[in-house]
């Protein structure tokens, strides 16, 4: 593999000039998010600058411990920010959600690496924190659709889940419906962007694999298990999400618990 | 059968149920009646543990109401609430999805087979159950929830306001409906002033 072409420091400050194109956009239509913007885009800098130097070391020194260890951290800070972003408290979902995203991510990575990939060291850097992390990335997304969608439903759809409730159903069937659409709500967009790919978009795992140097026959197949694993890991951990969390949420009479919200009022 | 002693509700700084006792008997039928925001919803929602008192004690069949108990009462009572909120699809899914739950299967095939009867009872057309309850009126919804609480062959009927989006007659048939079958203990939030002439109620008035 040749790899990618490097980027001179001239190429950066070309890429400099190219944020003036946001920023007086900003400015012409008064959006007023210039501060959001800079401080967004100084900390993605910084943030990779670091990474870049910290996987320059973890690529090299290759051990099993230190990938796992930082496949952790990526999963603890998604968590996090699927927690944050679903409206939800920390304190209630952090140690469900933190244990539903270890068991469906690993479980796929390791899966995606030993039978998919053939590799003999299966917590290998290049693959673990790579995939991992195009895997992570896309199950966060959809778990801050799923998990997110999922309680701020009942809480909005309360008067639905107390009638099913009345009926005699059991909370899990109270529930079912519930889940049902925030599993749908969540998978649409990899269902949706799957039936364009290639098309539309030639996506980041093949743009990436193509400037590798790999040819594209092998970058598509990649590129299709990728999208199929990153589709188990979102309904594995949406399912182990809302599993976890449900016993945490509900008072035993099968109301909501009103203190898991970050907002008092929907 | 149901025995409330001394409850009190507050919600944020305002009393809605404040040191309130009552009970019921198998087969009364009770017709609740105040002024809204007096607290009539809120004594269902209690009655069926989706409140809890701030103090207070409920009792069932002898048995107080706790947070694990209220699971079997509300598999013995018929709830038709006034929000029609009741669910989503093909009209006749619904229905089967309610006798599917664990708590109904029991009867699933005798009450589908009078389900038509009952549509007919309460003048809906055969053809709505394969419409979307989304696409049913007001006043069709309310029917449907009726139906739907019949068919879990249950007899403790708590009901709010199932009649507010239905003409006279209809209005008429289905209080007849409830209040004159002997073997229904019912609990009846109702602004109508009609009321079967052939009927023994007892009002409970909450001031």
New interface residues.
């Given amino acids: 593999m040749n790899g990618a072409q490097d980027l001179s420091f001239f190429s950066m400050v070309m890429c400099g000039i190219l944020l003036l194109v946001p920023l007086l956009g900003i400015w012409y239509f008064k959006l007023g998010i210039t501060k959001e913007l800079l401080i967004s885009t100084l900390r993605m800098i910084v943030q990779l600058v670091l990474v870049g130097f910290f996987l320059e070391f973890v690529f090299r020194l290759n051990n099993w411990l230190l990938n796992s260890v930082w496949f952790m951290t990526m999963i603890t800070v998604a968590v996090f920010s699927v927690i944050k972003n679903s409206d939800l408290k920390v304190r209630h979902f952090f140690c469900p959600v933190l244990l539903s995203f270890i068991l469906a991510n690993f479980f796929v990575v390791l899966y995606f690496n030993y039978f998919i990939v053939n590799l003999d060291f299966i917590l290998d850097a290049k693959y673990m924190i790579a995939i991992g992390g195009m895997i992570l990335g896309n199950s966060l997304r959809a778990n801050i659709v799923g998990l997110g969608d999922f309680y701020k439903s009942i809480r909005k759809d309360e008067q639905l889940y107390f009638y099913k409730l009345s009926l005699g159903a059991t909370r899990f069937e109270a529930l079912r419906d519930f889940a049902k659409r925030s599993f749908v709500s969540a998978m649409n967009p990899t269902i949706a962007s799957m039936a364009t790919m290639g098309i539309v978009s030639l996506p980041g795992m093949m743009t990436g694999q193509i400037l590798g140097g790999s040819v594209p026959l092998v970058a598509i197949k990649y590129q299709i298990a990728i999208m199929i694993a990153i589709l188990a890991s979102t309904v594995l951990s949406i399912s182990f999400s809302i599993l976890f969390t449900v016993r945490y949420s509900f008072y035993k009479n099968g109301t909501l618990k009103k203190e898991i919200f970050r907002a008092p009022n929907p | 059968m149901f025995r409330i002693e001394h409850i009190t509700k507050q919600f944020s700084d305002q009393f809605v149920l404040q040191d309130f006792s009552f009970e019921i008997q198998a087969g009364e039928k009770i017709i609740v009646s105040g002024r809204s925001g007096i607290g009539k919803t809120t004594l269902f929602?209690l009655l069926?543990?989706?409140e809890?008192p701030d103090s207070g004690k409920i009792y069932f069949e002898n048995q107080l109401l706790t947070?694990?108990s209220?699971?079997e009462l509300?598999?013995r009572?018929a709830?038709v609430?006034q929000?029609l909120?009741?669910?989503r699809g093909n009209l006749h899914s619904f229905f089967n999805d309610?006798l599917s739950?664990?708590?109904?299967i029991e009867y699933k095939n005798s009450s589908l087979n009078e389900l038509d009867d009952l549509m007919n009872s309460f003048e809906l057309a055969d053809t709505l159950l394969q419409k979307n309850l989304e696409e049913l009126s007001g006043g069709e919804k309310q029917r449907v929830a009726i139906i739907?609480a019949l068919l879990?062959k249950r007899n403790i009927f708590f009901l709010d306001e199932i009649t507010s989006a239905l003409d006279k007659s209809l209005k008429s048939k289905v209080l007849d409906y409830f209040l004159l079958n002997p073997d229904f203990t019912v609990l009846s939030i109702s602004h109508d002033n009609y009321l079967p002439a052939s009927a023994i109620t007892r009002t409970l008035k909450l001031d």
């Fill in positions: 929602r069926l543990g989706f809890q947070e694990d209220v699971w509300r598999r009572v709830y609430s929000d909120n009741i669910g309610t739950l664990k708590a109904n739907n879990l």
